[in-house]
């Protein structure tokens, strides 16, 4: 019987210890709520309440005995050997009156589990499926995203100035991710968002990026120091492919098989198309400090290819554009080629 009671109460303790693990955004529970099932909770009242009336019962029956026991005046040894065999009587009488009153531990530790898995009370198997049905639906979620790549310009030209004169180029990337899976235990998704994406090239050996009277952009030398010498370009993306996600199906129960299409490793390949926002040209150096906003030949749109592999919430990605960075002539053929990693959350 006291096996019982441990097992009720590491039920419980166990159910309020998960509902205090949660940390939802808007907690609209009351807060009384504790993580028990109210059937469950109700049930083990009522035990409980039964339990303390057998008790009752049985102590005052006990206690009129003791007393009768008292005023047969015997020594303390013997006393205290006959007090002991009717403790033992009773609690004896307590544990079969208890056992009488036919409290169903298994069942009501698994509708307890019940209730932690789906946070409400089912009265069949029809509802615990439906249930699950509900809780293990197809993954449709927006997650927000950050990425970082080294970019590359590539073209068949050797006389380009600006390959010559590039310290480094960057891809700095945030927005949200869309991911779509086309079943609840299907690995294909499709997945697509929205990012901010700013492309810059950073420019060595004292050069700029400068305009002439016709508005056509070259590189000029600066006739002192330069500590700086950037082109910034900012752009709207919006990413359209699809997601193959090699995870085992997990079973939830009650032949609900399910795939949790956002974890694991994946590997996923799209599209991508932007909008050009702004190109601001920075320097700084001896005797000059500008940053300006203008048109400096690049593209107002861009698109291109992407495979990424992931693991989690981590990915490693390889993208390359289709079009040139620049338009019309400007650093003629060269294409924007970028490795880099990203997190999502």
Wanted: aromatic fraction near 12%.
């Amino acid at each position: 019987m006291i096996k019982k009671f441990i097992m009720m109460g590491f039920v419980c303790l166990l159910s309020t210890a998960a509902n205090a693990q949660r940390k939802p955004v808007l907690n609209l529970q009351p807060k009384e709520d504790t993580g028990v099932s109210p059937i469950v909770k109700e049930k083990v009242d009522d035990y409980a309440k039964k339990i303390d009336v057998i008790i009752q019962e049985e102590k005052k029956m006990m206690e009129a005995e003791l007393k009768e026991l008292q005023a047969k005046n015997l020594d303390k040894t013997e006393f205290d050997k006959q007090k002991a065999l009717v403790a033992d009587r009773y609690s004896e009488k307590i544990d079969q009156r208890i056992e009488a009153l036919g409290f169903d531990m298994d069942a009501v530790i698994q509708k307890q589990v019940r209730f932690s898995l789906l946070n409400s009370d089912v009265t069949s198997n029809e509802e615990l499926k439906e249930k699950l049905l509900k809780k293990f639906r197809p993954t449709k979620d927006l997650s927000p995203y950050i990425s970082y790549g080294i970019m590359n310009l590539t073209n068949d030209r050797p006389d380009n100035a600006l390959d010559h004169n590039l310290r480094y180029a960057g891809n700095f990337e945030f927005g949200f991710k869309f991911n779509y899976q086309f079943g609840r235990t299907s690995p294909w998704g499709l997945i697509s968002g929205i990012g901010f994406s700013w492309r810059t090239l950073s420019i060595d050996n004292n050069m700029f990026v400068a305009k002439d009277s016709n508005s056509n952009v070259y590189l000029e030398n600066y006739d002192k120091g330069l500590s700086k010498s950037k082109l910034r370009t900012g752009y709207i993306m919006v990413p359209l492919g699809v997601q193959y996600n090699f995870s085992k199906l997990k079973n939830a129960g009650m032949d609900v098989q399910y795939l949790d299409y956002s974890k694991g490793f994946r590997v996923g390949a799209n599209v991508y198309g932007g909008v050009k926002m702004s190109t601001n040209n920075i320097i700084k150096g001896e005797g000059v400090s500008n940053r300006e906003r203008g048109d400096y030949q690049v593209s107002p749109f861009i698109y291109g290819g992407q495979f990424t592999v992931s693991y989690n919430d981590f990915s490693i990605f390889v993208k390359k554009d289709f079009g040139n960075f620049f338009k019309n002539t400007t650093f003629e053929n060269d294409k924007a080629l970028i490795f880099g990693v990203a997190l999502w959350w």
